[in-house]
């Protein structure tokens, strides 16, 4: 049974961090490029940032470039988002994925084929 928990959520201040966790099992975690999206409310879903599976290439959105982090360990099936920095605008549920294709690692949701059951970030004071 394919599996992706994501962990770490919560409320935290402007300026805060948090670092969020995707624990995944039942399929070969390196074969997969695993992402980082969000969602707002009224809001598309959109791509945060991905880590590749074939050389551990990171991808970020304009927005979280330099205050965001994301790693995987592949011994523990587990990828993590260090999240700097927080503003307001980065309140939302945060969802992993996975795809077995490195092309859809950031921006193209639709082409995923696993998903976490989110987590919420709010960003407020």
């Known amino acids: 049974q394919v599996q992706l928990v994501e962990s770490g959520g919560g409320l935290v201040q402007p300026g805060g961090s948090l670092r969020l966790s995707c624990a995944a099992s039942?399929?070969?975690?390196?074969?997969?490029?695993i992402g980082w999206f969000r969602q707002a409310p009224g809001k598309e879903r959109e791509g945060v940032s991905c880590?590749?599976?074939?050389?551990?290439?990171?991808y970020y959105s304009d927005s979280v470039k330099g205050r965001f982090t994301i790693s995987r360990d592949n011994a523990k099936n587990t990828v993590y988002l260090q999240m700097n920095s927080l503003k307001p605008d980065d309140t939302a549920v945060y969802y992993c994925?996975?795809?077995?294709?490195?092309?859809?690692?950031?921006?193209?949701?639709?082409?995923?084929?696993?998903w976490g059951q989110g987590t919420q970030v709010t960003v407020s004071s």
């Open positions: 880590v590749s599976s074939d050389d551990g290439s990171t």
């Open positions: 994925g996975a795809t077995v294709d490195d092309h859809f690692c950031l921006g193209y949701p639709s082409g995923y084929d696993y």
């Open positions: 039942g399929f070969t975690f390196n074969y997969y490029a």
